[in-house]
């Protein structure tokens, strides 16, 4: 509802593309409305499903939607709309499915973001190897809610301006992780939870940002 409301506010009746960093019920639960309040051209997947009532809802809906779907994998590229959208992670072959979130490097209007899912410690790490200093970006979507599950030398090889943390409010799981905010807070990170800001936007041109909040 949140995300159908602000698409609402901006006057957004189509999405040519859509993510679905992996099949758990908080990253796909939500999508269902949006794939029938907005039509879109195609959904990004990973490849994988879950047998949880959640997917099945999102799936059938892409389905009966007529929706694309696109199967993406590490070293994937596209040009969207003069963004260069790249695929660092996607189902590398970790044996669960937060280690095989889609991660994203988009670079658009002259701002990198790095958009993270629900990657672990592993495949933090395996950013780090595979990438390196590559992965310094603006903006960050804190991986996995803050969790502690982390790899601590992360936050030095990305060094974002400002980390977006989506975390809901009095969590069972302790997200964010005090250690995690404070590796982050380090390396003079902007670490933004929504928890206590609500919604957050952010506002990207000619290489400006600017930080939206709700409350």
């Known amino acids: 509802s949140v995300i159908l409301r602000y698409f609402e506010e901006v006057g957004l009746a189509h999405l040519d593309d859509m993510v679905v960093t992996h099949p758990d019920a908080e990253q796909c639960g939500g999508l269902k409305g949006v794939v029938f309040g907005v039509y879109g051209g195609q959904v990004w997947e990973n490849g994988q499903t879950n047998d949880t009532q959640a997917w099945w809802d999102f799936s059938d809906a892409v389905d009966m939607r007529g929706v694309h779907r696109q199967v993406v994998h590490r070293g994937d590229q596209q040009e969207i709309d003069g963004c260069s959208v790249e695929v660092l992670n996607a189902n590398q072959g970790w044996g669960d499915t937060n ?12 701002v990198t ?87 957050v936007t952010i506002h990207a041109q000619a290489g400006e940002l600017v930080i939206e909040t709700e409350y």
Do not use: M
């Open 113 to 199: 973001v790095l958009l993270t899912g629900d990657a672990h410690a592993g495949t933090q790490e395996y950013l780090v190897q595979e990438y390196g200093s590559e992965l310094e970006s603006d903006v960050l979507k804190v991986p996995h809610h803050g969790s502690a599950d982390r790899f601590e030398e992360f936050p030095s090889f990305v060094q974002p301006w400002t980390a977006v943390c989506s975390v809901g409010a009095s969590n069972g799981y302790g997200h964010p992780d005090a250690s995690v905010i404070a590796e982050w807070e380090a390396t003079g990170t902007n670490f933004v939870r929504t928890d206590l800001v609500g919604t």
């Open 99 to 110: 280690g095989n979130s889609i991660v994203l490097s988009v670079d658009c209007e002259g």
